[in-house]
Nanobody, 122 residues
Framework: QVQLVESGGGLVQAGGSLRLSCAAS????????MGWFRQAPGKEREFVAA????????YYADSVKGRFTISTDNAKNTVYLQMNSLKPEDTAVYYC???????????????WGQGTQVTVSS
């Protein structure tokens, strides 16, 4: 059974930064692509960023491009989301997820974390 555990969320002022972490159990972490999604109150879950299993390729939603950076540390079975220049509209619960290939659609992801709250005040 794969478990994904997010951490690093919190309250930050607009313009600030946060780094989210997602620790994965299991020995096959490097065999999978990883992604971050978010869901704001009253809205559907949306794609944020994805990284290939090798860590070479990344892809971002237009709304976060240039501000967020996804990365992995395979030795620690952890994927990160560095979030800079945060805006109030970034407020959401952020989820990490595992996929067999990079994808922007959540139906391609098979395991999900429990989520971590990010709140950006204006």
């Amino acid at each position: 059974q794969v478990q994904l555990v997010e951490s690093g969320g919190g309250l930050v002022q607009a313009g600030g930064s946060l780094r989210l972490s997602c620790a994965a159990s299991g020995r096959t972490f490097s065999s999978y692509a990883m992604g971050w999604f978010r869901q704001a109150p009253g809205k559907e879950r949306e794609f944020v960023a994805a990284i290939s299993r090798t860590g070479v390729y990344t892809y971002y939603a237009d709304s976060v491009k240039g501000r967020f950076t996804i990365s992995t540390d395979n030795a620690k079975n952890t994927v990160y989301l560095q979030m800079n220049s945060l805006k109030p509209e970034d407020t959401a619960v952020y989820y990490c997820a595992r996929s067999t290939a990079m994808a922007t659609t959540d139906r391609f992801y098979d395991y999900w974390g429990q989520g971590t709250q990010v709140t950006v005040s204006s």
